[in-house]
Each structure stands twice: as C-alpha cells, then as structure tokens.
C-alpha cells in the first residue's frame, strides 16, 4: 500500500535534499517543483510522489518526527513496527538530520497526484511559480 | 463475410508497430506490462499494479538495447504509476474488499478482516461510508453481507436507502421512490442491492448496522456483534452486473474479463523522458481512459528531448495529460496517418479501455 506525499524543502536545502534522496536510493533531481510563498521568488521546492511504509519507517529512523506528517501515535507505533522488522537496520545518509528538520512531510491517503498538491500549497499559503 | 466480422478480425491482427516500417517514430504501450521497468535502466520489469514506472520500451521497432529510445526517468519521486482495470470500468467504489481502508470512514465502530461492530455508543449511525463519483441517472449500490449477530443492515445512498434482513432474506424498510432486492448466496451471505433513481445524486455511499427494520434508528452495540462486509459495489443503470474488484485506484479486476494496462501521471512532477533517435514531422496521438486526441505536423529535432508529463507529451497541446485520463498508449510518428490508419490505430486502444478522439 502507498500514501500520496508531498515533500517540501526550503530552497537553500534543495542541494542537501537531493543528496540524501539520492544516497537513499532515489536517483537525482527529485525536487523539481519551484514553491513560493511571496509569489515571487522560488522559497521552497517540492516533490510529490507515493511512499510506502518502508519510507516512513527510515524518516523515523533518521529522527523525524512524525506527527509534524499528522500522524497519530497510534499510526507511529505500526511504523515502528516497520522500522523494528527492516533487516538490516536502514542506513541513514549523512546530513538527513539536518535536512528532515527542515523538511514538511504532507501525507494523504484520500488525495492523490494533483489534488494532494494543491490542497497542500493551500495549507501553506504557497504558489507553484 | 459480415463486415463487421471483418473489421474487428482487422483490429484484432493490428499491431501499432506495423505503421513504422522504415519511418521513424516512438510508440510506447502501458496496455502492454511486459515493456514496462521498474527502474530507469530495464533491470527490474514491473510485475503488478501500483508500482511506479521507471522505463517504458520504444515498440515502434526491435531496439537493441531495449534502452534505446526508450522513456525513462531516473528520479524515483518523478515516476508515474502502473495500474489496470477492465475495458469498461463499472464499480464506483474502491478498497471494494478491504474495509478496514481509510477510504472507509467508520462511525461508532470498527473493522477488523471483514467484521463492522458497532460499538456502545448509543447513536443512529453505526455505519461505515465512502464518497465516490455519482452516477448519472438510476444507480444501483450492492453488498455482499453477512449475519454476524445484528439481523438488520441498511445501505444508503446520502439519506436515501434500505433495511434488509440478512439473517431471514427479506427486505425491509426502502425510502420513497426506490427499491430493493435480498438474494441468498452460499455461506449465509446476502446479496442486497438498493436501486435508486435518478433523483439521487448523492456521493456517499452508506452501510449500516440497524436495529429494526426501519433504516435510522438509535441503538447501542454491545462491542461484540457485528456485521460481515464481503464486497461491495456501487454502479451507473438499473441493473446488478458482474463485480469488479477494486483492490485500490490502481488495479481494478473482474473474473473472466481482461484488465488492460495504463499509467497515471500525478500532472504535478511524474516524467518519463527520451532523446529522440532521429528527426521526425508526423503525428502524435496519446490515447487514454477518459479520451484520446491525435495532433499533426508535429516536428521533433534529432536529439531533441521527449517527454510524456507532467501534464502534456512534447509538441503537443498543453495541458493534453490532462484532459485524455490515465493513459493506454502514446504514438509519434514520422509521418501523417491515413484516416484509415486513424480509426484502425484508436479501434486498437479502444479495444483496451481508450476512449474516442475529442
């Protein structure tokens, strides 16, 4: 099972971003789209895309707190689960610390692609440029 | 020979590959999993629904590697997903058979495997809902259900519904202007089908433990009985067809009935992208669930880039992503096809859930 998400980085954190997704395995250049919250300048950068538990389960392992996701306790304990059950233990890029704590994780099971995007930036008061 | 015989034995033994001969051209086939990669260099094919795409094979022509020309994306947050579902999709619904989904709301109980049970709060919905698209015109929304300590479940389309007796077979209590039908199955489970009119446009879908035969009265459950959900299935007419099962947006089945492949670009960032082999001017069609649309005079520079996303393919109309649904296929060819070659090339995508030119 996948859970749409939206992944907001500030933009001075874009390079810092793209490193550790791709030492996560994601390739380069995930962050493509340009965010602004003055509708002028590019402040942030976004990726939307579909994660599965076993994401989660390494964002919780690199210290992110999950409630910042919306998750509830309860949500946090099967991920938890995940994160406990993942042989070997994940390895966490150097620098996700300080990159997931710039990070927004938005996390949707009923919207998807371009509604999830919108909705987000709507939340946050950011246009796409 | 009936024509008609004819023409479908035509579409049937068509293969889109067979336009190109020596004219260059790209053709990318989502109906088709066995060209699709999980990973952007062809090492890991896609094997199920709701896997992401990362390299989708040229089929205009044996291409050695299968890379070349070849769209791809290397970003694993940019790649679009893989699903299928039959050539007509009926089943409004999705998590048809998984009510413990969020897709479900829960309202004074809850699901484990296929068991709603209320719980003890004293209220007039112990129910589970979905919002889903609204049919137009008559509608008929069924269950599969099954006694397991309430003997009376309603389904509701927003306020309108029934009560059915899934413990003797009866139907109970239906609001005005619709109607109802209980079948026994095997197993002591129930097919109940609410029919509703035209005059429903409602988009939440509703079922209910009752304690009576009248749909909305209060109760408190016991924390312990409940009712067993199988399936369920929401659909346009006036008629109970066969189930397709919607296992999530991505994969929708029905026995007996092929599903056909098709990508679903997120129209934000997803992006699969070639060079193009050589130079070309010609047409590019893009067929989808919703439409397919062909435009003409299309040119592409040799080395030039070609992308299917984030919400057009290169050259064409902006926003065509958008407008044509999931799609089944794209084509680019050097070339102008005859109107002949048009209609025998949408015949074949239609044949795999495409919808017409608009």
Excluded at chain 2, 76 to 83: F, I, M, N, Q, V
Aim: include cysteine; aromatic fraction near 8%.
């Amino acid at each position: 099972m996948t859970t749409s998400a939206v992944l907001i980085i500030p933009a001075p954190y874009k390079a810092g971003a793209n490193a550790v997704g791709e030492a996560m395995g994601w390739g380069p250049d995930n962050y493509t789209i340009p965010l602004s919250t003055d509708g002028e300048t590019v402040t942030h950068w976004a990726c939307r895309t579909d994660v599965q538990p076993s994401f989660l389960a390494i964002l919780l392992a690199a210290g992110y707190d999950l409630t910042r996701a919306g998750m509830t306790p309860e949500q946090i304990a099967v991920v938890q689960a995940e994160l406990d059950a993942m042989t070997p233990a994940p390895v966490i890029p150097p620098g996700a610390s300080t990159v997931l704590a710039a990070m927004d994780v938005c996390l949707s099971e009923s919207l998807w692609g371009i509604d999830h995007m919108q909705a987000v930036m709507g939340e946050k008061n950011m246009v796409r440029l | 020979m009936d024509q008609a015989v004819i023409r479908r034995r035509r579409v049937g033994g068509f293969n889109p590959a067979g336009l190109f001969g020596s004219t260059e051209g790209l053709w990318f086939n989502f109906a088709d999993i066995s060209s699709l990669y999980q990973d952007n260099l062809a090492a890991t094919p896609l094997t199920a629904p709701d896997q992401s795409i990362g390299l989708a094979a040229d089929r205009s022509r044996v291409r050695s590697p299968i890379t070349t020309a070849a769209v791809a994306q290397a970003s694993a947050g940019l790649r679009p997903k893989w699903g299928r579902a039959p050539k007509v999709k009926r089943n409004l619904l999705t998590w048809t058979e998984d009510f413990t989904n969020a897709a479900w709301a829960k309202a004074n109980g809850s699901v484990s495997g296929t068991r709603f049970t209320p719980n003890t709060t004293a209220a007039v919905q112990h129910r589970l809902d979905q919002v889903s698209a609204i049919p137009a015109g008559p509608q008929v929304f069924w269950a599969e259900l099954k006694y397991a300590g309430y003997q009376w479940a309603s389904l509701r389309i927003g306020a309108e519904g029934a009560a059915f007796d899934i413990l003797n077979g009866v139907v109970g209590g239906i609001t005005s202007g619709a109607t109802a039908t209980i079948t026994s199955l095997a197993n002591g489970n129930y097919l109940c089908a609410f029919f509703a009119p035209s005059a429903v446009a409602n988009a939440t879908i509703r079922i209910n433990v009752e304690p009576s035969d009248t749909i909305g009265g209060q109760f408190a459950g016991n924390g312990i009985n409940g009712l067993d959900i199988i399936r369920a299935q929401r659909e346009a007419g006036s008629t109970i067809n066969s189930y397709q099962k919607v296992t999530n947006a991505f994969d929708v089945t029905e026995s007996g009935v092929p599903s056909y492949g098709f990508i679903r670009p997120d129209l934000v960032d997803d992006v699969l992208t070639t060079t193009m082999p050589a130079a070309q001017t010609g047409d590019v069609a893009v067929f989808g669930r919703t439409a397919s649309r062909i435009e003409s005079g299309i040119s592409y520079l040799s080395g030039a880039s070609f992308s299917i996303g984030a919400t057009t393919v290169t050259g064409m109309s902006a926003g065509v992503l958008s407008s044509v649904g999931d799609v089944v296929g794209i084509l680019a060819i050097g070339r102008a096809l005859t109107t002949a070659e048009k209609a025998t090339l949408l015949a074949y995508y239609q044949a795999r859930g495409a919808g017409a030119w608009i």
